[in-house]
């Protein structure tokens, strides 16, 4: 049980400092041409496992449509904006943004997938919504002054709430692993021209750290770190894996103090407080007893 709580607070520590290298990546690198060689490091990684589990599936024409419109929206386009987004927002509002995307998972899936919205997860938006309010402001709570990159982090976070229901109606048919590979190969597909048409002027570093940096990130933060929480969540209960993965905020203002020296402000730490509350209340549900004898969480998505 320790060894599965240490890995899965490992990928909560590299999910939260994702934020902090992606904002030094896109210092040299110009944001399309950055998400178009990250996806093609996630692709090569991807491909050598699955040539390794010897895991591919084929799609009927139905599912290959699903798989394009996720791989544009949910792979190229999310990739995209994320980075696009870091070139000006504060990584630690970015991380607190994105926080709050099972809200709106849960949103779109009471819309799509006829999920049951209650008001616990209506008064979990509101909480949420007001620690935003808060860090977006700097505490003043007197205006608004929104930089333009956080505009892209929201494109972020609703591209990636419609990913999660994308792949979970198409996970209901094909595998999981398959579905990842072939929509980020789409994702690639399409940043491979959008590199050069996106970006002006664009820039590449020719330093081996930044490299090293771009390839590891790509592979760990979307690979091994992946397969390494799926691995674990099934030997520890799911509810508190949850709230877990909600310190991904907290991880990023660490991250941020110790590498990018950015003192952390008595508004980030209100605001993710309300935020991370929030998105707790609204994805807590009473167990049943059935999920209880299962050892699952019925709020986990």
């Known amino acids: 049980m320790l060894k599965a709580y240490s890995w899965l607070t490992f990928c909560v520590v590299v999910w939260g400092s994702n934020f902090?290298?992606?904002?030094?990546?896109?210092?040299?690198?110009?944001?399309?041409?950055?998400?178009?060689?990250?996806?093609l490091f996630i692709v090569v990684f991807l491909i050598g496992l699955s040539l390794l589990k010897k895991n591919f599936t084929s799609l009927n024409k139905s599912d290959f449509l699903s798989v394009i419109f996720?791989?544009?929206?949910?792979?190229?386009?999310?990739?995209?904006?994320?980075?696009?987004?870091l070139q000006t927002a504060d990584p630690t509002t970015s991380a607190l943004i994105l926080a709050t995307t099972p809200i709106l998972t849960s949103v779109l899936a009471a819309i799509f997938l006829k999920e049951r919205l209650t008001i616990r997860m209506l008064i979990g938006s509101i909480v949420a919504i007001i620690g935003i309010y808060f860090v977006v402001t700097k505490g003043t709570l007197s205006s608004i002054e929104v930089d333009k990159g956080?505009?892209?982090?929201?494109?972020?976070?609703?591209?990636?709430?419609?990913?999660?229901?994308m792949t979970r109606l198409l996970a209901n048919?094909?595998?999981?692993?398959?579905?990842?590979?072939?929509?980020?190969?789409?994702?690639?597909i399409v940043a491979i021209p959008f590199a050069f048409v996106l970006d002006s002027p664009l820039r590449i570093s020719s330093s081996l750290s930044d490299w090293a940096l771009l390839i590891g990130t790509a592979v760990v933060v979307h690979g091994l770190a992946n397969l390494i929480w799926n691995?674990?969540?099934?030997?520890?209960?799911?509810?508190?894996a949850s709230v877990l993965s909600n310190l991904e905020p907290f991880v990023a203002m660490i991250m941020g103090l110790l590498v990018l020296s950015k003192p952390i402000t008595g508004a980030e730490i209100a605001g993710s407080l309300f935020i991370v509350g929030g998105v707790i209340l609204s994805k807590y549900q009473r167990k049943s007893p059935a999920s209880v004898l299962r050892n699952e969480d019925p709020s986990c998505n």
């Open 20 to 39: 902090i290298f992606g904002k030094i990546l896109v210092l040299d690198f110009s944001p399309a041409l950055l998400t178009m060689l990250r996806l």
């Open 70 to 85: 996720l791989g544009v929206l949910g792979v190229f386009i999310n990739q995209w904006s994320f980075f696009k987004g």
């Open 150 to 165: 956080l505009l892209w982090i929201v494109v972020t976070m609703v591209t990636f709430a419609i990913m999660i229901i």
């Open 173 to 188: 048919r094909i595998d999981p692993m398959a579905i990842t590979l072939y929509s980020n190969i789409v994702g690639l």
């Open 231 to 240: 691995q674990n969540i099934r030997y520890v209960d799911a509810s508190k």
